[in-house]
């Protein structure tokens, strides 16, 4: 059995490794190995690796199209997070983000609406510049899309 410090060592290669994928442009396989520490139970709810670890697994699905089942996991990651307290967090916020953009990709956006308005609530307590600016650009392309031209530029102008 591996010492603690040598699955942690093991947990950040994984990671490593699909975000090098991924920025490789290698999405599918990049998609797997998020998929293969959530599978074989690498995530830690309470810490940030398993945050990045979902959002990296949603955004591969996501870009590959995937948008039901990018939908599936991020909600059920959100859920998660959310039943043990680590709403309070720059990597929650990102998720809700990720989530939100996925839901506008799907049609659904009174969904992506109300996640946006959780994320800027989560935003305002953490005080990340990142996280606030991710929701507000989500938040314009959202009120873009219903109409509310004024409130989508103002929107985007805050983000930025």
Same mark, same amino acid.
């Given at each position: 059995?591996?010492? &603690? ?31 293969? !520490? ?6 830690? &709810? ?11 697994? !949603?955004?591969?699905?996501? $870009? ?15 859920? $998660? ?10 990597? @929650? ?17 009174? $969904? ?5 308005? $959780?994320?800027?609530?989560?935003? @305002?307590?953490?005080?990340? &510049? ?31």
């Amino acid at each position: 059995m591996a010492a &603690p410090d040598d699955l942690g060592l093991l947990r950040r290669a994984r990671l490593g490794q699909a975000r090098a994928l991924h920025g490789a442009g290698r999405i599918t396989e990049a998609a797997k190995v998020y998929e293969r !520490c959530v599978r074989l139970g690498e995530e830690d &709810p309470a810490n940030e690796l398993s945050l990045q670890v979902q959002i990296g697994w !949603c955004r591969c699905l996501v $870009e590959l199209g995937e948008l039901v089942r990018a939908a599936d996991v991020g909600k059920a990651a959100l859920a $998660e997070f959310d039943a043990l307290q680590a709403q309070e967090s720059e990597m @929650s916020i990102r998720l809700i983000a990720t989530l939100a953009s996925v839901w506008y990709e799907l049609g659904d956006l009174r $969904e992506a609406e109300r996640l946006l308005d $959780e994320g800027l609530q989560r935003a @305002s307590s953490v005080r990340s &510049p990142t996280a606030r600016g991710a929701i507000l650009w989500n938040a314009s392309l959202v009120a873009y899309e219903r109409g509310r031209y004024q409130e989508a530029l103002e929107l985007s102008e805050e983000a930025l």
